[in-house]
């Protein structure tokens, strides 16, 4: 987002009493995650392409692909250059160190690629990223302010961050008043104290973080930070798990930010996907003592919601604000809860919020003991066996169903009309690669590399990072890298096309 059309936003949501965005990349970021597509279109967003993933006639290096590209009316960027030695490319980077404060769109660093396309092609790719470039971060600004005070948040696991308030300051563009301290051990590294003139940069250009105390200006008496032993939302005895960085609140069904964590969680895309509700709403719902756990939302009834108000206090010089639910709003949550049905059970699993209990972790468990019933009665043993199920993981899933809480909001659940096991309307496909291990590397024709992945898992498969003796088959599109193949003919790993994969899950293969 430009700098001209960031200002002019923030201008027109201050007119209208919304906060102003902190900074065009988080502006940038909220544009595209919004769901209507002419809103979207207002923000101006822009774009700079800078890579052409197939060969040109007549074109041997990248600098002349992104001119013929631009000869055509692409949007390139006007600040590319060859450098011809590293002396070349450190003069480029110390001025445009200099030079991106006179930009009309930030920049955090600048990428050094390799010009000459056959040597990319010879350099190939990683699992994630190309080996012919490399970024370089610019230093992060800083600042010195003063700590005033640390307050402690805790997230939806319980896990207690502590935070800094601080002095506002300018930083990067932005008025900086708070920044985390993560964990106890960052406070006692760091000898950080109450009074003291602390170091603060953005991490990644964004994150407020401090990375240092100015001694010399430490007040005489400033004593050591001490953690705080209850947590400051219910006053429960925090816990500190050995090898574990966080603190903890155990008070998990209870304690208010968790429960409203866990009902956001829930809702989420890759969990239930109930669009129409989200953090604001929840916490309305929570507010309101309509919801306490996630099997409270299908009780909720159009009737029981229409109306319900909020007042958020007004800000400094702006007017409070009045949230509502009308009868669109009202119409689409019931909506939305109601078609969440539907949802799949590997996706309720981990809709639930088990700790450790990720997305792929619950369609391993989800795939392994098909039902509800029969993952909640699975001994440690039983677990342990479920590939990539560790100690870990097996001691979370038995802890959560222990609690008679947890297995009453499962009973409810189901009740709702919530699946709880894998259901004909909803198979998991059939599990043609079960026991095989695959290597992903180079671009492919008609999936994505994530795609790719996604199906290898869906029919049984597994992914791995790199190519060993155990290794089953490397699935190879364009750019492969050399030194892969190379080590996948040397211990005799079938390098498969797109195409024969395809055709390893077809039905009739």
Known sequence: MP????????????????NPFANPRNAAAGSLKMQDPKEVAKRKLDCFLYYIPHNLEGVKTHYDALKYAKELGLKISDNMAICRNMTQIMEY?????????????????????????????QLGFTTKNPRWAIAYKFKAEQVETLLESIDYQVGRTGAVTPVANL?????????????????????????????????????????????????????????????????????????????????????????????????????????????????????????????KNVADLYDLTYKTILGLEKVIPAEEGKKEKRLSFREKTAENIIKGIKQSKNVPFPRVLYALGIRYVGETVAKKLAAYFKTIDRLIAASYEELVQVEEIGEKIAESVILFFQKPIHRDMVERLRTAGVQMELTEAQPLEPQLLQGKSFVVSGVFERHSRDEIKELIERFGGKNVSSISSKTDYVLAGANMGPAKKAKAESLGVPIISEEEFEAMISRKG
Not at 3 to 18: P, T
Not at 93 to 121: A, T
Not at 267 to 284: F, H, P, V, W
């Open 167 to 291: 002095k506002p300051v300018q930083l990067a563009g932005t008025t900086v008043k708070r920044a985390s301290l993560h964990n106890a051990d960052i406070i006692a590294q760091l000898d950080v104290r109450l009074g003291d003139t602390v170091y603060v940069e953005k991490g990644g250009e964004i994150i407020p973080k401090i990375v240092g105390v100015n001694l010399h200006k430490r007040p005489p008496h400033a004593e050591p930070v001490r953690f705080i032993d209850r947590c400051p939302e219910c006053d429960t005895l925090l816990v500190r798990k050995e090898g574990e960085a966080a603190h903890y609140c155990p008070n998990e069904d209870s304690c208010p930010p968790q429960i409203k964590g866990k009902l956001e969680h829930f809702i989420s895309r890759k969990a239930m996907n109930i669009d129409s509700l989200g953090e604001g709403k929840i916490e309305m719902l929570y507010d309101h003592g309509l919801v």
């Open 93 to 121: 980077i110390n001025d445009w160190n200099r030079g991106r404060r006179h930009l009309p769109y930030d920049i955090d660093g600048i990428v050094i690629k390799v010009n000459d396309l056959s040597l990319q092609q």
């Open 3 to 18: 700098h001209e059309e960031f200002e002019r936003l923030n201008r027109e949501r201050e007119e209208i009493g919304d």
